[in-house]
């Protein structure tokens, strides 16, 4: 059962440039849009979010944008630095759904000098 | 204030053999995760717990067992380890829609 799916898998941008990152789910109940970001090594971290009622925020240099009617969202990385090269996820839910995640498969950026 | 934390940080098991991976979260979260990350999968949710007293089965339970000690702590036990089980396991904890995810535990079972 495939809820949740992310693209691209992989993706290299030079500095300066823009990243873009998309998430397609099939849940209609789903009212919570996140994207983690996580290290080598490290556990996922929030990185931005957004609800249902807003079809875009921003966060510094990221940007959500929201789909309800194509059931999408996507990330942007505005000036992409090295920095920000790391594996991002997607985890729509429900809010209550006790927190329980569906994460996306994960795409992994990379940003070059 | 150190968060969530995950004991050990690495281990080696042999087929069959067991163990318990260690959780605490200082945060006062109600709700706590267990998930596995393996490559290309992102991370799937083993068990979980809504609040102290209470555990419930995620996605992918089979070979696992949780123990919700008290309102910090949260542990995951293999009983019999087997090579389907070498992953990334990671704890999580929550209150409200933000998760806090703990360093990992990297798991090699032969």
């Known amino acids: 059962q495939q809820q949740v799916k992310q693209s691209p898998q992989s993706l290299i941008v030079q500095k300066g440039g823009i990243s873009i990152i998309n998430c397609a789910y099939e849940n209609t109940a789903f009212d919570y849009f996140p994207w983690y970001q996580q290290f080598p090594g490290k556990g996922p971290a929030l990185l931005i979010a957004i609800r249902p009622d807003v079809s875009e925020k921003k966060e510094g240099r990221f940007t959500i944008s929201f789909n309800k009617s194509a059931k999408q969202f996507s990330l942007h990385i505005m000036d992409s630095q090295p920095g920000d090269s790391a594996t991002y996820f997607c985890a729509p839910n429900r809010s209550t759904s006790y927190g329980k995640l569906t994460f996306g498969q994960g795409t992994i950026l990379t940003v070059h000098p | 204030n150190a968060g969530v934390t995950q004991t050990p940080k690495f281990q080696v098991l042999k087929t069959g053999q067991s163990m318990t991976l260690q959780c605490a979260q200082d945060?006062?979260?109600?709700?706590m995760y267990w998930y596995r990350q393996d490559p290309g999968m992102g991370l799937r949710l083993i068990y979980y717990s809504a609040s102290e007293g209470t555990t419930d089965k995620g996605e992918v339970p089979n070979g696992y067992n949780v123990s919700r000690l008290n309102k910090r702590e949260f542990s995951l036990r293999l009983e019999s380890a087997a090579p389907s089980q070498t992953s990334v396991y990671f704890c999580?904890?929550?209150?409200?829609?933000?998760?806090?995810f703990g360093p990992g535990t990297r798991l090699t079972v032969l």
């Open positions: 945060m006062n979260h109600n709700s």
């Open positions: 999580a904890s929550s209150e409200v829609d933000e998760q806090f």
